[in-house]
C-alpha cells in the first residue's frame, strides 16, 4: 500500500501543477520477474516518475512507451519478453527468463472514477477490496479498457465494466477473490471479443501495535515504516510513550494494559510485540490479547521469560488453547544471530511478514520450487457463448 501512498500523492501533485499523467502497471507475469502483478508507476509529462514495475530494467522503457501513450492518449499492452535477450521490443538483457505485460494508462483528471481515484478508494478505508484491470491480449495495438473496477469488502462496486454481457461473471470472479483471499486471472471469450481480467485482491497494511516505548523500540518502528505498516505504540510511561520520539508512527498511547484494545482496531492483519521491559505489564497485556483473535502476538525476550508468563497465567485459571498458544511467537523474531537493537528489529518484523504470508523464514537458496508459484499466474479461460 505504500507504494500505492506514494503514486497517490504524485498524481494529486501533477493534477495541481495541471501535468499530465499516465499510470503504468504489471497487469500479467509468466515466468520470473523481480515485480509482480500489481507493481505500478506513475509517469508525468514532464518525465518524473513515482513507483516501480521492475528492477530498474523496464523503467527506461517504460517511460518513453508511457509518454507516447500520453502525447496518443490511448490506453496501450506491451509486452516484455525477458526470455529472449535480443527482443527488439526491449533492447536489454534482463535475465529474469520471463515474459511481462503492462498496460499503459492516460489518466483523465475529470473522469469520476479513473484509475487512481479507485487506488484512492481502496486505500482509504482499512479493508480488503478487489480492483479488476482489463486488457486484450489478442488486439495489444488497440485501445484497451483498463482499470474499470473497484469491489470493496461492504459489496460497493465503484466504476463501470465496458461489457455488460460480462458483467455479472467478473463480479462473481472478484467476490471470489475475497474468499480466496488472492489476486486471479480471467479471460472471458464471446462470439464477439476476448478479454483478459487481473483481479487484484487488495489487503490493507500490517498495523504493528509496538508494546513498550523504550529506545529499541524505535528501531522497531522505523524498519516497519520503511516497509509500508501502519505503526502504534503503547505504553504505561508519558515520559518515554512521546510523538516527538516516535515521528513516523500513526499513533503514541499512554494506556494501562487493560485500555489498549479499546482504542486500538485489530483485524486479521494486525500484530502485537510486547517489549516494555516490565514483566507485569507485559503479562497484563498479554492476557488482554489473548481475548481477542490475534494472529501474531510477539513476546520480547528469552523463552523462560515466555514459559513463566504461560504458567502464571495458568494458576490464574487461563487454560490456553492450543490455537492460541501457536499465536505467541516468544522469543520473537527469526534466528539471524542478531545482537543491536537493529537487528533485533529486523528479525522481529522479517517474522512477522512471514507469519502473515504462511511462509517459513528460510533460505531462499534451499528452496526447491520456484520462489512464486507458476499455479498463481494461470489464466482461467472462461467461455460466454
Request: glycine share 6%; proline share 3%.
Amino acid at each position: 500500500m505504500k507504494e500505492i501512498n506514494r503514486i497517490i500523492n504524485a498524481f494529486e501533485n501533477a493534477r495541481k501543477n495541471q501535468l499530465r499523467s499516465a499510470l503504468v502497471t504489471v497487469v500479467h507475469v509468466d515466468g520470473s520477474s523481480y515485480r509482480r502483478p500489481g507493481a505500478r508507476m506513475l509517469v508525468m509529462e514532464d518525465g518524473q516518475f513515482t513507483g516501480a514495475i521492475s528492477g530498474g530494467c523496464l523503467e527506461g522503457d517504460a517511460l518513453r512507451k508511457a509518454m507516447l501513450s500520453l502525447s496518443q492518449q490511448q490506453k496501450k499492452l506491451v509486452t516484455y519478453n525477458t526470455n529472449n535477450e535480443e527482443d527488439a521490443a526491449i533492447g536489454l538483457q534482463l535475465g529474469c527468463e520471463g515474459i511481462i505485460r503492462v498496460l499503459f494508462e492516460p489518466i483523465n483528471f475529470e473522469e469520476l472514477n479513473n484509475p487512481i481515484e479507485l487506488l484512492k478508494k481502496a486505500v482509504s478505508k482499512r479493508q480488503e477490496a478487489a480492483l479488476v484491470v482489463l486488457f486484450s491480449l489478442e488486439n495489444k495495438r488497440n485501445n484497451q479498457p483498463g482499470t474499470v473496477i473497484l469491489l470493496d469488502e461492504t459489496g460497493i462496486v465503484s466504476g463501470d465494466i465496458p461489457y455488460p454481457e460480462l458483467q455479472d461473471e467478473i463480479l462473481k470472479d472478484a467476490q471470489d477473490s475475497f474468499r480466496q483471499k488472492k489476486s486471479s486471472f480471467k479471460n472471458y471469450t464471446t462470439q464477439k471479443f476476448s478479454v483478459t481480467a487481473f483481479i487484484e485482491f487488495l489487503k490493507p497494511p500490517v498495523s504493528l501495535v509496538i508494546v513498550g516505548a523504550g529506545n529499541d523500540a524505535i528501531p522497531m518502528m522505523q524498519i516497519a515504516d520503511s516497509v509500508g505498516w501502519d505503526v502504534t505504540v503503547v505504553d504505561g510511561r508519558n515520559t518515554h510513550a512521546k510523538k516527538e520520539r516516535f515521528k513516523t508512527a500513526c499513533q503514541v498511547m499512554v494506556s494501562t494494559p487493560e485500555e489498549v484494545l479499546d482504542n486500538i482496531l485489530v483485524d486479521n492483519y494486525t500484530a502485537f510485540v510486547l517489549m516494555t521491559h516490565n514483566y507485569n505489564y507485559d503479562l497484563a497485556m498479554l492476557k488482554s490479547l489473548l481475548k481477542k483473535d490475534i494472529n501474531y502476538i510477539g513476546i520480547l525476550g528469552p523463552r523462560k521469560k515466555l514459559d513463566k508468563m504461560l504458567n502464571d497465567l495458568k494458576e490464574e485459571g487461563i487454560d490456553l488453547k492450543e490455537k492460541q498458544v501457536k499465536r505467541i511467537f516468544g522469543p520473537a523474531g527469526l534466528e539471524i544471530g542478531a545482537e543491536t537493537p537493529e537487528e533485533i528489529a529486523l528479525s522481529i518484523i522479517a517474522e512477522i511478514k512471514a507469519s502473515f504470508a504462511e511462509k517459513t523464514g528460510g533460505s531462499l537458496r534451499n528452496k526447491k520450487e520456484v520462489i512464486h508459484s507458476r499455479k498463481d499466474a494461470l489464466i482461467i479461460m472462461r467461455e460466454l457463448l
